[in-house]
């Protein structure tokens, strides 16, 4: 299910936080990612999960050094993902490998993926941070991902800092860390958190002056009504 060009673009001015608030009051409590960071602040991150899933390593199939790019399903799924889709790895949160590095996020950048997140480690940290690239991991780590990574198959359901991801969810980040948004969900969401961020932009400027958060924050009918004509006056939409 894919967002009105509306939602995606309010979609870039939302924080991670007012995304998990509204959320929660859908009822779904586990959303942000944990452990996982940005390699570059000010690089905000939405998209679409493409999902890779990697299990333990074993010798007798991994320790590849040369990968084949036509059976590997890592490389697959890197030649699969589309425009504004974000790779979405499941790595176990093991950091003592890396999930990929430098090169394979410059094809990604390269086919117009949104970004990448993973829960695991990324090599040639320093090269992909020069990238004009949203990536997002839990840690860096010179060895190749074959030394404890398998990949095993992609486009299914997975974990990542441990929140479900589904193929489609829509993915933000920013300098906070990632949200996951059920892809059902992420229209109206968008549209919410978007209202709120600008209603919360507005208090914040409020008790930055003095005020009490008694019936500001959160607001009561009269701040409401004081917000609305504040919008207006703007020559806003109100909500």
């Not at 959320?23 to 890779?52: E, I």
């Not at 030649?79 to 890396?98: C, M």
């Not at 950048?109 to 090599?123: F, K």
Request: aromatic share 6%; charged share 25%; with cysteine.
């Amino acid at each position: 299910m894919r967002l009105t060009a509306d939602a995606f673009e309010k979609l870039h001015h939302v924080s991670t936080a007012s995304l998990t608030s509204e959320l929660l009051k859908l009822g779904f409590r586990n959303t942000f990612m944990k452990g996982v960071h940005p390699l570059k602040k000010g690089k905000s991150l939405v998209g679409y999960a493409f999902t890779l899933r990697y299990i333990p390593a074993r010798e007798d199939l991994d320790l590849e050094v040369d990968y084949d790019n036509l059976t590997n399903p890592q490389r697959i799924a890197v030649e699969k993902v589309e425009q504004d889709e974000v790779l979405v790895i499941d790595a176990r949160g093991e950091v003592s490998a890396a999930s990929l590095g430098h090169i394979l996020c410059t094809r990604l950048m390269c086919r117009g993926a949104a970004g990448v997140v993973t829960d695991g480690a990324l090599r040639d940290y320093p090269s992909i941070q020069e990238l004009d690239f949203a990536t997002y991991a839990a840690g860096a780590h010179g060895t190749t991902s074959s030394v404890l990574h398998h990949p095993v198959d992609f486009q299914v359901p997975i974990g990542c800092g441990g929140v479900m991801v589904q193929p489609g969810d829509v993915i933000v980040g920013d300098d906070e860390g990632v949200v996951v948004i059920p892809s059902q969900v992420a229209e109206e969401v968008a549209h919410k958190c978007y209202d709120r961020d600008r209603l919360e932009s507005w208090i914040q400027q409020k008790i930055a002056t003095g005020v009490s958060i008694i019936n500001v924050y959160p607001p009561n009918e009269e701040t409401k009504a004081e917000y609305r004509k504040w919008l207006a006056e703007q020559g806003e939409k109100t909500c």
